[in-house]
């Protein structure tokens, strides 16, 4: 039995002893009035059973190109692997392990592996940035200059017609008028 099948029923439970006593399943919808109204709360009780459990929001920031991204996830896996090494030598160091020579060394390694891949992040979103991402606005004297030869191709193309149609008219003799 549902929430509004018990609250429409005399006398089974509680939530009935009033129409007006809030519900305990959840927030009162504002829009459904006090007094009894059966269709109402049933179609209440249906959006409230098929509510999306989350709502998509847009995101605050745009997501990474896939080069950058592959980039980022492999530095993180491997700074990751790094932090494990350096804790682990310094484990077999406190414990006097003969393995603490070699993982100091391969954290020595590893460091400089690390460093290189968080610099491999940096390089490849400028390198990204740079082949599609940047988005440059010209300056006004290059806005005026590409407009200058706009005009300029515009007038050629322009006389050039009028040449031909002048051609077409004259009979193919190139003379603007016969003798």
Request: charged fraction near 25%; hydrophobic fraction near 40%.
């Amino acid at each position: 039995m549902g929430t509004a099948e018990r609250q429409e029923a005399p006398g089974i439970g509680a939530e009935t002893a009033s129409p007006t006593a809030p519900r305990r399943t959840g927030a009162r919808v504002p829009d459904i009035p006090a007094e009894p109204d059966v269709p109402r709360r049933r179609a209440a009780a249906r959006e409230e059973a098929y509510r999306p459990l989350w709502v998509e929001e847009p995101a605050r920031r745009r997501r990474l190109p896939d080069p950058v991204r592959t980039s980022a996830v492999r530095a993180v896996l491997i700074i990751a692997v790094t932090l494990l090494q350096a804790m682990v030598a310094f484990l077999c160091t406190l414990a006097g392990s003969w393995l603490a020579f070699p993982m100091v060394l391969s954290s020595v390694a590893s460091t400089v592996v690390a460093t290189w891949g968080a610099v491999d992040v940096w390089v490849t979103r400028q390198v990204w940035n740079q082949r599609h991402g940047v988005v440059s606005t010209p300056s006004s004297t290059a806005r005026a200059l590409r407009r200058e030869r706009r005009k300029a191709r515009r007038h050629a193309r322009v006389t050039e017609r009028t040449q031909e149609r002048i051609r077409r008219q004259g009979g193919g003799t190139g003379r603007l008028s016969h003798p």
